[in-house]
């Protein structure tokens, strides 16, 4: 995982353009999706009108820095097993079980 981590790091400052049609990408997909964020500050303005229309859930976390998953990961497993419940992405014989 912090290969992964690093090597994006390195593209990510030696290409100030990798990011470039990511929001349009994340939009364009058909299936219910989730963005999990620091602060809301850091959408740009597509994100944000998509957002205000409903076409993705927006779950702010506060108190993390950028590698959100790991500076809380006990609220990002939540919100993602309350995303799948809520979207019915587990059929109903399934369980999802948190581990503390």
């Known amino acids: 995982m912090r290969k992964n981590f690093i ?4 593209i990510k400052h030696n290409n100030k353009e990798w990011f470039t049609g990511l929001t349009k ?6 299936i219910p999706k989730i963005l ?7 959408m ?16 702010i976390i506060n108190d993390v820095g950028h590698i959100i ?15 799948i419940l809520i979207f019915k992405i587990l059929k ?9």
């Open 7 to 10: 090597k994006i790091f390195f």
């Open 25 to 30: 990408c994340f939009l364009s997909i058909k």
């Open 36 to 42: 999990l964020l620091a602060s809301s500050d850091r």
């Open 44 to 59: 740009d303005k597509e994100l944000t009108i998509a957002q205000m229309q409903g076409k993705f859930r927006l779950a």
């Open 69 to 83: 998953h790991e500076d809380d990961s006990k609220e990002v497993a939540k919100l993602i097993a309350d995303f």
């Open 92 to 100: 109903k014989t399934q369980q999802l079980e948190l581990i503390d």
